[in-house]
């Protein structure tokens, strides 16, 4: 059954944003937004869908029950008619995580994470705070110790897409890591009240 309640699915795309704090306007926020469904509530929901919904694919669409229903659970309601039932705009639940996978929103200024991924290639971030790392070793990988970055979600098995790279006084760029396969491996080293960043070097 396709929706036509523009109102609120206008809200219900508004809430999404709300919940990553970003907005979805690019081609790799929707590559973002489908990995975080897939990661948050174990749905698929394709980039070019997204697209659709956003506007981003200028041509005329009306989504689908389901495709509406995915973004709601993805927001903790059960559906898409649970989220118009709820007058306060409010999600009524809260997530649990899959142990794969890591919003930065979750960490603290001094964490520290090793990301691994196919072939061989190992990295070492420390956490400044709100979603920005900075590169502080890496081993076979073209990204280089002093890089920075803004990423929201770390999860194995889903390429990591790094906002904002910087390296030196480049622009900004978009940059990916483990195009092909994903992370495979996510360790988080807490930082114990130490928030001074580490010189950058390579081990």
Not at 42 to 67: A, C, F, V
Not at 88 to 113: I, M, N
Not at 120 to 143: H, P, T
Request: hydrophobic share 35%; proline share 4%.
């Amino acid at each position: 059954m396709k929706i036509t309640d523009n109102d609120n699915i206008q809200k219900l795309l508004n809430q999404v944003e709300g919940s990553l704090h970003r907005k979805i306007k690019a081609h790799h926020d929707f590559e973002f937004l489908s990995s975080a469904v897939s990661t948050r509530n174990h749905e698929k929901i394709s980039s070019s869908t997204l697209k659709r919904l956003w506007g981003y694919d200028s041509r005329q669409h009306q989504p689908y029950h389901n495709t509406l229903s995915i973004l709601c659970r993805f927001l903790g309601y059960k559906d898409w008619d649970d989220f118009v039932s709820h007058e306060d705009g409010k999600s009524p639940t809260s997530f649990s995580y899959s142990a794969g996978a890591l919003f930065s929103h979750e960490l603290e200024v001094g964490d520290q994470l090793w990301i691994s991924w196919k072939p061989n290639r190992m990295c070492n971030l420390f956490y400044k705070g709100n979603n920005q790392f900075i590169v502080l070793d890496a081993i076979n990988s073209k990204l280089n110790p002093g890089d920075t970055f803004n990423c929201m979600l770390f999860s194995e098995g889903i390429p990591l897409y790094l906002d904002n790279f910087v390296r030196n006084d480049q622009d900004p760029i978009t940059f990916v890591v483990g195009y092909s396969g994903g992370l495979t491996s996510i360790r988080l080293i807490k930082s114990k009240g130490k928030r001074h960043e580490p010189h950058p070097h390579i081990l």
